[in-house]
């Protein structure tokens, strides 16, 4: 596996990332298959939360379409460029480096949870019990959910975390109603295809 993709574990590995620029999932590009959801109104602009933000991109492009936008990630210099980033384009963002478990956000509150690359990793690291609390605990009944996670059908080992379409269903459908699990390529620097990935849109229960 090329040293660039192998994953990372805590909040000061996720540091080191950023501070060595080992970040292959940070391509500075409006994520296509968020921009797709949004330039299609299939979701209007309302009370939002993105966790995993890493340096602001989605963040920031979400704010300048009217959104109201809390973005979290576990490093602080990924969060100390996503502000400035926020700045630059003269966007109000409420950003915080918080854990899943520290998130200051209030109950049922948020009415479109984002999600590119915090899922998958915390899945990997036994914390999916978590990840189903936080979305249970902060995202009203009938709020929307878009998560882009690695997928399993991909054939190189490189690449995220990768996650079945099987354990997608299981993991959510509980606690939500899958509208759309398909297939996409996320992007990485310079717009070149990056590792084959599940776009998931969900409403919550």
């Not at 979290?72 to 918080?98: N, S």
């Not at 709020?143 to 996670?149: P, V």
Request: aromatic share 8%; proline share 5%.
């Amino acid at each position: 596996m090329p040293e660039a993709h192998k994953p990372r574990h805590g909040s000061e590995d996720w540091q080191q990332s950023y501070e060595q620029g080992t970040t292959p999932w940070d391509s500075g590009l409006v994520d296509p298959a968020l921009r797709t959801v949004i330039e299609a109104r299939e979701i209007a602009p309302c009370k939002t939360l993105e966790v995993g933000c890493g340096t602001g991109t989605n963040a920031t492009y979400l704010a300048q379409a009217g959104f109201d936008v809390t973005a979290t990630d576990f490093a602080a210099l990924a969060i100390e460029k996503a502000r400035a980033k926020a700045t630059a384009a003269g966007v109000r963002i409420d950003f915080q480096v918080a854990d899943l478990a520290e998130l200051d956000v209030p109950a049922a509150s948020v009415e479109f949870l984002f999600d590119r690359g915090c899922y998958h990793c915390l899945r990997r690291e036994g914390r999916l019990s978590e990840y189903q609390k936080m979305v249970k605990q902060v995202v009203k009944p009938g709020g929307r959910i878009l998560i882009l996670c690695g997928n399993a059908d991909s054939p190189h080992e490189y690449g995220p975390p990768k996650v079945s379409a099987t354990e997608i269903c299981s993991d959510f459908k509980k606690l939500c109603r899958i509208e759309r699990l398909a297939a996409y390529h996320f992007e990485d620097v310079g717009g070149t295809e990056g590792p084959l990935a599940w776009q998931v849109l969900m409403t919550r229960r």
